[in-house]
């Protein structure tokens, strides 16, 4: 695998998926569900072509249902973050509140 920070910085949608898939597996419809719940706007579209991308990338990878949850409609795709889709996330995360910090310095609120 490549080293995460040769990614960055990613877009925010690839970004937003991955800090949704940080807490666990998610189907689809669900990660755009919490997305757009937290004062995004993304569509199927979108959604479906960016996780395909992150899949290409090794940022996630489809997986079975979570545990207790059925699986129930067959074309349901869970996705889970890699490892390296976690190591991507972090130093996302690392340099965004490295960005933070300079906007807090310099007076933005």
């Avoid at 490892?83 to 991507?88: A, C, I, K, M």
């Amino acid at each position: 695998m490549p080293d995460p920070e040769s990614l960055l910085p990613l877009r925010p949608t690839v970004f937003a998926i991955l800090a949704v898939l940080h807490a666990g597996k998610l189907h689809g419809y669900g990660i755009m569900k919490r997305l757009n719940e937290s004062g995004g706007m993304l569509g199927p579209g979108t959604l479906y072509r960016t996780l395909k991308e992150m899949r290409d990338l090794g940022l996630v990878a489809h997986t079975e249902a979570p545990e207790g949850e059925e699986a129930g409609d067959e074309r349901r795709s869970y996705y889970a973050l890699t490892s390296f889709g976690r190591d991507v996330a972090q130093a996302e995360a690392e340099r965004l509140a490295g960005l933070m910090k300079e906007a807090r310095l310099g007076g933005v609120r």
